[in-house]
Each structure stands twice: as structure tokens, then as C-alpha cells.
């Protein structure tokens, strides 16, 4: 069965910095990979997708992600974090429907003024 | 596009006591999808229907739990008998069959005493 891990729990970061979260993934072959940003109170929301072809997939929001095949990964990036980035982010892998997702635990980001 | 509705957006009970949920998926979306989440955790996949059809419960998913989607439109989520282990956020998402772009409600949380 198919794993992600979150190595991050918290990452804390001042406002126009960059950030980088951390995914990695444990399957056979090349999986669905996602971003998802989950606010208090609100639903989880799609930051981007990969599927194939290129390895830098850009999303909302300003983020994007890179896939690195020979490291199991999918780090999420932005080059610029904004307070209203805070909020909890998912990592997601899916092997045919991505509805069946099996999700990371999430890392917390707390933006600091 | 309404967006994915559930109802109610908390629930408290007390244990051995029934509950359901409803969700009310986007309307052109002919899949449907159930996850748990829990404190510190992502959420987990519990069951999804392709219209009216359940194709696939997870294993997590005790007897104590039914899901039904009677006219491929809301689906509900029913649990019998609850424990305390069932507290939790529940989950909702669709989405069109061929898209994997998954929408997810702002969930229901269930608080089980």
C-alpha cells in the first residue's frame, strides 16, 4: 500500500520569505501526487496536481511543486509567503482515482509578521 | 457552482447513540467520496459511490457504518451505536467522473461523549 510522509509537523516562517514543505512517498510505481490547503473552518482545497509530463507543476495561490522521481518526492514551494498563506497543508497520493487519496499528516505553517 | 454542502457542521451525541450526516455533493459531479480526520492526522478514505453506486469501502469502515446514495445526487452517512473512537471530522468530496479535481465540503464534526 501506497504511504506519504510529512516530515514537517510545524514550520514557522516570516512574511516574504520562501517556503518550502516537504512531501515523500513509498510506492511501487509513479502515483497521483497532490497539494491540498485545509484553514480552520473551511474544506480542504486543491493547491495543484501531478500526473505526468512535466516535473514542475505550478498551482494557485503562487505555489508550486516540483516531482523528484529518484527521491520519492513532491515538494511544495513558494518563493514568497504571505500571512494568508497560514494554515494547514496536505500531501496526497492516489494511484488511479484520485478520490481514493491516501493523505500525509500534515504540516502546520504559521507566517510571522 | 455551489460548492460541496454538509450538514450538520457539528454534531455532539452521546455514546451508543445513532447519528447521520448528509452531504450534498456539486450537482454535475457524479462521484462522491467519504474520509475521516482526526486531530493531528490527514483525513482517511472511508467509501466513495459513482452515482448511485457504492464501489469501495475501506476497511476502516466497521459494520456500525452505512453510506447510501439512493438517487446518485446527496449521499448520507449514518453511524450506529457510536464510540468514542468515532469523534472525528467527516468528510465530504466529488467530483466528475474523468477530472481528478476533488471538492471537498467544510466537513462535519462529530463529538462523541
Known amino acids: 500500500a501506497q504511504s506519504v510522509t510529512q516530515p514537517d509537523i510545524h514550520i514557522t516562517v516570516s512574511e516574504g520569505a520562501s517556503l518550502e514543505l516537504r512531501c515523500n512517498y513509498s510506492y511501487g510505481a509513479t502515483p497521483y501526487l497532490f497539494w491540498y490547503v485545509q484553514s480552520p473552518g473551511q474544506g480542504l482545497q486543491l493547491l495543484l496536481k501531478y500526473f505526468s509530463g512535466d516535473t514542475l507543476v505550478q498551482g494557485i495561490k503562487g505555489f508550486e511543486a516540483e516531482f523528484k522521481r529518484s527521491q520519492s518526492s513532491f515538494n511544495l514551494r513558494k518563493p514568497s509567503v504571505h500571512w494568508s498563506d497560514a494554515a494547514e497543508y496536505f500531501c496526497?497520493?492516489?494511484?488511479?482515482?484520485?478520490?481514493?487519496?491516501?493523505f500525509g499528516d500534515g504540516t502546520t505553517l504559521t507566517v510571522k509578521p | 457552482d455551489t460548492g460541496v454542502s454538509q450538514n450538520p457542521r457539528h454534531k455532539i451525541t452521546k455514546r451508543g447513540q445513532n447519528v447521520t450526516f448528509r452531504c450534498d455533493p456539486i450537482?454535475?459531479?457524479?462521484?462522491l467520496y467519504w474520509y475521516r480526520q482526526t486531530l493531528g492526522q490527514g483525513p482517511e478514505f472511508l467509501t466513495y459511490?459513482?452515482?448511485?453506486?457504492?464501489?469501495?469501502k475501506s476497511r476502516l469502515l466497521s459494520d456500525r457504518f452505512s453510506a447510501e446514495r439512493p438517487k446518485g445526487s446527496f449521499s448520507t452517512l449514518e453511524i450506529q451505536r457510536t464510540e468514542q473512537g468515532d469523534s472525528a471530522m467527516y468528510l465530504c468530496a466529488s467530483s466528475r467522473e474523468g477530472n481528478e479535481k476533488l471538492f471537498f465540503g467544510s466537513g462535519t464534526q462529530l463529538s462523541v461523549l
Open positions: 496526497a497520493v492516489a494511484i488511479t482515482n484520485a478520490g481514493k487519496s491516501t
Open positions: 459511490f459513482q452515482n448511485e453506486a457504492q464501489l469501495e
Open positions: 450537482s454535475e459531479h457524479n462521484r
